[in-house]
């Protein structure tokens, strides 16, 4: 280790004790030069602490810095900025840097121009800016090295940071030390190690600042830390947009164009466009198309730019449009020709055409998916989006001349948007309690190799609100163990093991324990962990279950309390913006954890958990309540540049989906059904259900020996929804990683199949009395022979006469259930729960390898 000379030495303890204080005037940067050889140094005559400086400069064009001693320095063209070593970055009162001034060669003998320390001008003229009062991250770039320095300039520790920062395009960055950096286009966010994570009061990350590669030695375009300007400065909006004109106009619509704003603090989000003073559109664009206008009638528009905060620009300078008068022409353009699709996704087709020709001039056109008109471009192709996966779309184009005479139709194009996944879903739920009793962790979901193999993962269940029918964190509440208790799970909810339960580093998917200080720990830290080792695993939020789906009629019930209710999910989870609670969340915390919303009402217009709300409305309601899930998702979409998904957990039961489901209209709306596939039969945990005779809990087929009236399977099931007009490409089975099981099972000759029983089995913990996990069944139910129903595909084992009698999904059911949906066409198939499976994935290997 290097030695630190004594006078330094005396230097570090003597600023080590330095309080946090306002910057003051009489803070100095004097330059000296001596040939190409330059010198700073900075001197602090005023009363208080200078705690934390840089100074900025320009140099003549062509000059540039090199051999820099005491500090780091970055050059942008004529621009540099100095960042002082960690040793002079805090100067008591009455202090100067020697004899550690910061120093450097010059490739010319020249002096800097335009030079200020901390926003002021190095002479100690002007006004002082204030110093920083939060945590701020002085970033340097040398040599394809990159580096922060976080700086902690309250009085308390802060116990956890991460910076969001974004590069010009084609920069790259690449070898994180002392903490992880992740790059998604030009946004690149750094997390901090452990050991770094926490920065005492008045400290800093050194000497163990996160650096990292990076391809073009260049500053941040925005960076922020914890949600706050990296270098402590309030936050700025975008300036003005300029040179607003409109290239084109009609006798109802006028396209405007605009030049783009300068980003403030903030990336730019998009733009509003304003008709006076009202709102007449927004843009992500810097152009637009304002339609629903009258003719012949004087307008004066303007433009605000908005960043990712929604904070606006001034407005740009206003300009007056006439729509033009109908009566000058009534000729219509040609039709437009050989409409065609270039690309599509999941979520959106690109369409092209030849364009239309038009004695005045062809405005735009108007492109109709069906016989609406989904949009209306200035040019020749268009992207459409806000389509469903899996759907076939019919698009005709109409040209719209400058008096809006519309053309004939286009040929028409059918097309059909691309599947939510290549190949097959593979939909896993995780559930919220597992770590406690289960003891089953994220972590396993990565041990077993399940995680590499599942393409989505349902975190299960997110509540509703009582009073407010909104989506319902920061709480934890329990629930009573009567299942049958109409109140079980009002408020209910476990923001403990959600956010704020510290994990142990055995606990932990990266093997880094938690220090009981982050914003974000629990079961959605570990998720975030799993997701950037798993990229490309979607996870989603499951609202509702079995307990907490009281109040979803109420909440779907009208228009306001749709939006609501939508807006609040969408703000808690997709946001990230957590209650605060323990400590734990705050705003942005879970932030890009949740790639969509998974909906598991049980059951809409339908009997489901003791005192649930049922309405006759609720069936349409729940059509309303999907629409605005997806009309708010697509609308976050727009200015996330990112399309979050959209599910469903539905029934299998014929008469509920008659009941609660529009199933071809809500299949323009989801991405996946993710059908039941089990709970058939079962005796319940509380003998409220079948308990006298057992059944199979999730046959492919009809059993022909199925006693009931009416004989449930898969096979029924998937052919209800595929009979109703839903892509079987929307389609997944549910699999049981888990048994229903009954007690005192007569043979009656059938080795129990459908025979009679004395009530639940005794169940893997005490409160779920006929339910073991897959692993716990075949592990503690002794001479629990397995058997394989090959004509209704069902798998079952029995200890004998008297015994016990199991129904689950094992390995050969999951290959017969799996070949059977891939046969049919259907998307993949959906597991309740991963923590029933054993430490090795052995089911879920089944459906990998059935799934490919």
Known sequence: MRRIPALLAVLVAVLALAVPAQAATGITASFSRTGTSGKFVVTNASTTALNGWSIKFDLP???????????????????????????????????????????????????????????????????????????????????????????????????????????????????????????????????????????????????????????????????????????????????????????????????????????????????????????????????????????????????????????????????????????????????PGNLRATAKDAGSITLAWNA?????????????????????????????????????????????????????????????????????????????????????????????????????????????????????????????????????????????????????????????????????????????????????????????????????????????????FVSSCIDTYIKGNLPTYNSAGGPGSAAGIFDGIDLDWEWPGAEGHAGNIVSPNDKVNNSLLIEEFRRQLDALGATTGKRYQLTAFTPADPAKMDAGWELARVGQSLDIFNVQGYDFHGAGSDNSWEPNRTGHQGNNHVDVDDPYSFHFSNEVAIQKYLDAGVSPRKLTIGLAFYGRGWQNVTDGGKRGEWQAAGGAAPGQFPEEAGTRGYSNLIASVPNCTIHHDTQAVATYCYTGNGGQWWSFDDTWSIQQKTAWLRGKGMLGAMIWEMSGDTSNGTLMSAVATGLP
């Open 61 to 335: 064009s062509g000059v540039t810095v090199s051999n820099v001693q005491n500090a780091t320095t970055t050059q942008n063209g004529t621009r540099v900025t100095l960042t002082p070593a960690f040793y002079i970055n805090n100067l008591p009162p009455g202090r100067n840097t020697e004899p550690y001034s910061p120093a450097f060669t010059l490739s010319a003998a020249a002096d800097p121009t335009a030079c200020t320390i901390n926003n002021m001008a190095c002479d100690g003229s002007g006004d002082p800016a204030p110093a920083p009062t939060g945590l701020t991250a002085d970033y340097s770039v040398a040599g394809g090295t990159a580096k922060f320095i976080v700086r902690n300039h309250t009085t308390a520790a802060v116990n956890d940071w991460s910076i969001i920062f974004t590069l010009p395009n084609g920069v790259t960055v690449s070898n994180g030390q002392n903490g992880t950096v992740s790059q998604s286009g030009n946004q690149v966010t750094v997390t901090p190690a452990y050991y770094n994570k926490t920065v005492a009061a008045g400290g800093s990350t050194e000497p163990y600042s996160p650096t990292f590669s990076i391809s073009s030695n260049v500053d941040p375009v925005t960076c922020r830390i914890n949600n706050a300007n990296c270098d402590g400065s309030a936050d700025t909006p975008p300036s003005a947009p300029t040179g607003l004109a409109s290239p084109t106009k009609t006798t109802r619509t006028v396209t405007l164009q605009w030049n783009a704003s300068t980003p403030g603090s903030l990336p730019i989000a998009g733009y509003d466009v304003y008709n006076g003073s009202a709102l007449a559109g927004s843009s992500t664009t810097t152009s637009t198309i304002i339609t629903g206008l009258n003719p012949n009638t004087a307008y004066s528009f303007t433009v605000r730019a908005k960043d990712t905060k929604g904070t606006q620009s001034t407005p740009s300078p206003a300009l007056s449009v006439t729509t033009n008068n109908p009566a000058d022409d009534t000729t219509p353009p040609t039709a």
């Open 356 to 564: 239309s020709t038009d004695n005045r001039g062809v405005a735009n056109y108007d492109v109709h998916v069906g016989t609406t008109v989904k949009m209306t471009v200035s040019g020749t192709t268009a992207t459409v989006t806000g389509l469903a996966p899996s759907t076939s779309y019919t698009f005709t184009v109409r040209a719209r001349d400058i008096y809006d005479n519309v053309s004939a139709p286009s040929n028409a194009l059918t097309e059909r948007t691309g599947d939510i996944v290549a190949g097959h879903a593979k939909v896993g739920y995780f559930v919220q309690w597992g770590i406690y009793g289960r003891q089953y962790f994220v972590r396993n979901l990565d041990t077993s190799g399940s995680a590499a193999k599942l393409t989505h993962l349902n975190y299960a269940f997110a509540n509703i609100d009582p009073v407010n029918l909104t989506c319902l964190q920061g709480v934890t509440k329990g629930t009573t163990p009567n299942p049958q208790d109409p109140n079980q799970g009002d408020g209910a909810g476990d923001a403990e093991a959600d956010y704020s339960r510290p994990m142990s580093a055995a606990q932990s998917v990266d093997g880094v324990a938690d220090t009981g200080w982050e914003p974000l720990r629990g079961n959605f830290n570990q998720l975030k962990k799993l997701k950037a080792k798993h990229p490309h695993l979607k996870i989603l939020i499951s609202l509702g279950g079995w307990t907490y789906s009281k109040y979803f009629s109420p909440a779907a019930a009208t228009d306001a309390s749709r939006k609501k």
